[in-house]
C-alpha cells in the first residue's frame, strides 16, 4: 500500500510526457475521488499544471508536470535511494 507520497509522486511520473485523466485512473490504483483530490493538491502546490482542451472540457485536459514537480520527483528519488533501499548483500 502505498502512502500519501508515494501516490503523488507516482502522479508526477505518469505525468512527465502529459497524460489525461483517464490514462491516470488506468494507471493509478486510486479511485476516481480520490485522483481528483490528488490532483487538486498537486495543482495548488504547483507541481502539476491543468491544461484544458479547446472549449474548457475537463475530461480531455492534458495534466503535465511542472518544473517544481520535476524538483519534487529529484528530491523523492534520493531520499528513497538513500533512505528506503535495502544494502547490497
Known sequence: MLGKVDSAASILELTTEGASKQYLKNRTDLPGDELEDY??????????RILKAKGGE???????ITKRGIQFLNLYGSITAKYLTLPAK
Not at 490532483?39 to 502539476?48: A, G
Open 39 to 48: 490532483l487538486t493538491m498537486l495543482e495548488s502546490k504547483d507541481l502539476i
Open 58 to 64: 475537463e475530461v480531455a485536459a492534458t495534466i503535465k
